[in-house]
């Protein structure tokens, strides 16, 4: 390799929506110093995405302003206890709300449910 010419970056495109991977190739086919690997090629680099075509998520959630309550202290790593004593409810209550909240976001935990709120703007961290 001369002095002059710069290393090359080998970019992995593994993307399940057709339409995004050709405009990625269309992008990123003419940009120098990078080549694009064939499929099960090895590279320097991968941008890999395993979202179904149109999938989003929605941007609203109706939650109740005690089920924001609940949920702004799940997002500091409350417990349920923690989060009954806060709010001078029941734990029984407050174990209640966090089910509620797992199932409006369909989240499988307490992170992920936190994950999926500030996603959707619910709360912001």
Known sequence: MSEDASPTISV???IDDP???????????GVAGLTLAAPGQAADLAIVTRMAAGAREPPEVELTPRELDVLALMAEGASN?????????????????VGS???KLDATGRTDAVAHAARRGVIHL
């Open 101 to 103: 909240i797992l199932d």
């Open 81 to 97: 206890k923690a989060i009954a004593r806060q709010l001078g409810i029941s734990v029984h209550t407050a174990k209640f709300h």
């Open 12 to 14: 992995a495109i593994e």
């Open 19 to 29: 339409v995004l991977a050709d405009r990625l190739v269309l992008l990123l086919g």
